[in-house]
């Protein structure tokens, strides 16, 4: 009874009366779910089969904003309220088709300039025709992490390209940001396959005086490129082909595929035939490869490297790159014939730095110094000789490319069996070794060991200075016994002897500024000394000299002897380009040789005033001083008319009393000719030479 009363009292409520409400809350809760579920798959599949057209607006503005620049997905002459031919799938790997995507020149480009490619209105950049782009959403993800951004696949039915670039460098192919956009690094593209049917590109670039046209195509059978026009107003022409399908992803993640390349531009020709793993970046590259042309500055320059101005050249060798991103170029140069010199080395180029930097060895069986005459300032070309010549110069006052040193850092060694400095030389210097080094636009030639003939030696360094408008040069060289017989080119007759010989030693010192080596010499300061020891030289000049007419008739008739050299010694001081000698003298056992004057290296005039005083008797002398005016390159030899007057007057005078009388003033005694003083100028010089030698 009890527990039917409680049951049936209204009061009390049963346990499962909430709960159920609960579970309807949730029900219908769910239902809800699943009907927003239904509904965002049902639009999910609706943009699916539609393409999403409504983001194409969108998109339009966020990549013109990412890029500071328009981008539409219409042609370019198209009206903005034209619905685009564009279609988005985001199930699976994210595609994009577009039947048009045009890009803009920035804001602020220059007016385009013709030609463009057809199809390509002024005032854009590119259009492309039936685009089909592939990347995966994790790819896409890694992208806004920071990494660079892959895409799987990109094809092209058609594109149209106009690069151009001013000569203050702004180019409308450079992606620049918004001013709102995050100022996050823009990461590399990496592409895993591209085909394209057809792409038509020009190109204009000022600083590189490049005008071309280039017709190109990717696809399954390989790259194919054609390209003509000129560059620095010479005929360019380019063509690019592979014989399989190529790679363009990351390097490493694919095979080498072979390529073959021909580049003709002006008189400058390349032949490559490789392998190539990452086209677009040059990575994993391993070619072969003939160089030729008018100079190696001409290579350098599109390259951004310095590289000297020499005569023509043909180079052939192995061009070698690591697939990994930062990975430095390997040049393995077999031969490079440069004019008459034959040259090799291997050599590191480092293009990932900040300034790119070149190191290796540079060897060579002969290197002619003519051939590297342009790079110190030697007329190129005939025309700039033959002006040089009918303006009476000599020193080399073409322009150095100052600017050019300052593109990149360098050290080298160098090491070359011999040196030819020209045909005023016997022989050449064999063999020369350097290190040379490129900083910041200070170029250095030091630890320079050179020998020359047979036991000769010449050391010390050269430096230049291109920081400034004006090129500082220093120069600190010393030669040590070097053997005039052996090194200079002395033309006597069949069987006569060399006209002067012995051990040369001395060193100079020299510092100047300019732009040419004319303007260097001309603003020189500095010393040179020089001393010759074992030495002899020809009687019959020294004689001729001196004009001992008895002594040289009588040289001409037995023959002539080589004098024994007491000494033979010169200490020039050099102030403003003006060479003064302080002291300049030739000693022998039958003359004494004295030199004064000045040589002006700013204007190459000649004021120089040799002296002969006999030692020994002569019965026939003039013994007057000879003087030397002029410049380097049209030098004046005469006699002191003063001092020949002054010996002929009176042997005129006495020969109208007797004819033998007229001898009695050309007799000379000689002045009998210690040497002592010539030893001690000869020792103190040399001394002073060797303790700035030792200080080295």
């Given at each position: 009874?009890?527990?039917?009363?409680?049951?049936?009292?209204?009061?009390?409520?049963?346990?499962?009366?909430?709960?159920?409400?609960?579970?309807?809350?949730?029900?219908?809760?769910?239902?809800?779910?699943?009907?927003?579920?239904?509904?965002?798959?049902?639009?999910?599949?609706?943009?699916?089969?539609?393409?999403?057209?409504?983001?194409?607006?969108?998109?339009?503005?966020?990549?013109?904003?990412?890029?500071?620049?328009?981008?539409?997905?219409?042609?370019?002459?198209?009206?903005?309220?034209?619905?685009?031919?564009?279609?988005?799938?985001?199930?699976?790997?994210?595609?994009?088709?577009?039947?048009?995507?045009?890009?803009?020149?920035?804001?602020?480009?220059?007016?385009?300039?013709?030609?463009?490619?057809?199809?390509?209105?002024?005032?854009?950049?590119?259009?492309?025709?039936?685009?089909?782009?592939?990347?995966?959403?994790?790819?896409?993800?890694?992208?806004?992490?920071?990494?660079?951004?892959?895409?799987?696949?990109?094809?092209?039915?058609?594109?149209?390209?106009?690069?151009?670039?001013?000569?203050?460098?702004?180019?409308?192919?450079?992606?620049?940001?918004?001013?709102?956009?995050?100022?996050?690094?823009?990461?590399?593209?990496?592409?895993?396959?591209?085909?394209?049917?057809?792409?038509?590109?020009?190109?204009?670039?000022?600083?590189?005086?490049?005008?071309?046209?280039?017709?190109f195509s990717l696809d399954e059978r390989g790259v194919k490129l054609r390209s003509g026009g000129r560059w620095r107003q010479q005929p360019l022409s380019l063509a690019l082909e592979t014989g399989s399908p190529l790679p363009w992803i990351a390097a490493g993640a694919a095979a080498p595929v072979g390529f073959a390349l021909s580049l003709e531009a002006g008189a400058t020709l390349l032949r490559a035939q490789g392998r190539v793993r990452d086209l677009l970046g040059l990575r994993g590259l391993d070619t072969g490869f003939t160089l030729s042309g008018p100079s190696l500055a001409r290579v350098g320059e599109p390259l951004g490297l310095t590289l000297p101005t020499t005569a023509s050249f043909r180079a052939q060798g192995r061009l070698l790159r690591e697939p990994a991103e930062a990975s430095p170029w390997r040049l393995q140069l077999a031969q490079a014939r440069i004019g008459r010199s034959e040259l090799s080395g291997d050599f590191v180029l480092d293009t990932a730095a900040a300034r790119p930097q070149l190191g290796g060895t540079l060897r060579g069986r002969a290197l002619w110094l003519a051939d590297l005459g342009p790079a110190i300032g030697v007329p190129a070309q005939a025309a700039e000789r033959q002006a040089a010549a009918a303006d009476g110069r000599i020193l080399p006052d073409r322009r150095f490319d100052l600017p050019s040193l300052d593109r990149m850092d360098a050290a080298l060694t160098v090491s070359l069996d011999r040196l030819e400095l020209g045909e005023a030389f016997a022989r050449p210097i064999a063999p020369l070794q350097a290190r040379l080094r490129l900083q910041q636009a200070v170029l250095s030639i030091d630890e320079l060991a050179a020998r020359v003939g047979s036991g000769g030696q010449i050391t010390g360094s050269i430096g230049l200075d291109a920081r400034g408008a004006q090129a500082r040069w220093t120069t600190a060289l010393r030669a040590t016994g070097v053997p005039l017989e052996d090194w200079l080119r002395q033309t006597r007759a069949s069987g006569a002897g060399p006209w002067i010989s012995g051990r040369l030693s001395g060193d100079l010192l020299m510092q100047g500024q300019g732009r040419s080596t004319a303007e260097l010499l001309a603003s020189a300061d500095g010393r040179l000394r020089l001393g010759i020891t074992q030495g002899r030289m020809s009687q019959l000049a020294l004689e001729a000299a001196g004009i001992d007419v008895a002594q040289a008739l009588g040289l001409l008739l037995v023959g002539d002897r080589g004098l024994p050299l007491r000494c033979a010694v010169a200490d020039l001081q050099v102030r403003d380009g003006t060479a003064t000698p302080r002291v300049m003298l030739v000693d022998t056992p039958d003359s004494l040789v004295v030199v004064d004057g000045a040589l002006s290296l700013a204007t190459e005039q000649l004021m120089l005033r040799a002296r002969v005083r006999p030692h020994d008797f002569s019965p026939l002398s003039l013994r007057t001083p000879i003087d030397v005016r002029g410049t380097l390159a049209r030098p004046k030899v005469s006699l002191d008319t003063r001092g020949l007057v002054q010996r002929l007057l009176p042997s005129a005078l006495l020969a109208l009393v007797t004819p033998a009388a007229a001898l009695l003033p050309l007799l000379d005694p000689g002045d009998g000719g210690s040497d002592a003083g010539c030893r001690d100028l000869a020792s103190r010089l040399g001394t002073a030479s060797d303790r700035r030698g030792a200080g080295r």
């Open positions: 009874m009890m527990n039917e009363g409680i049951a049936a009292d209204p009061a009390v409520r049963t346990p499962t009366a909430a709960p159920s409400r609960r579970f309807l809350l949730v029900r219908r809760m769910a239902a809800g779910g699943a009907a927003l579920l239904v509904a965002a798959a049902a639009a999910l599949a609706w943009g699916e089969w539609r393409g999403w057209p409504w983001l194409a607006g969108w998109s339009e503005g966020w990549l013109s904003g990412q890029l500071g620049r328009e981008l539409r997905w219409r042609p370019p002459e198209a009206p903005s309220g034209s619905a685009p031919g564009w279609r988005l799938s985001l199930i699976g790997p994210l595609r994009l088709q577009a039947a048009d995507l045009a890009v803009a020149d920035p804001a602020g480009a220059a007016a385009a300039r013709p030609p463009a490619p057809e199809g390509l209105p002024a005032g854009w950049t590119l259009h492309a025709r039936d685009l089909d782009l592939r990347l995966r959403w994790r790819d896409l993800l890694a992208w806004r992490r920071g990494e660079p951004l892959r895409i799987e696949q990109v094809g092209i039915g058609h594109i149209a390209a106009r690069l151009q670039r001013e000569a203050d460098g702004r180019a409308n192919w450079l992606l620049e940001r918004a001013a709102d956009a995050p100022a996050r690094p823009r990461p590399a593209v990496q592409i895993g396959t591209l085909w394209l049917r057809e792409g038509r590109l020009a190109i204009d670039d000022r600083p590189l005086a490049l005008q071309a046209d280039a017709v």
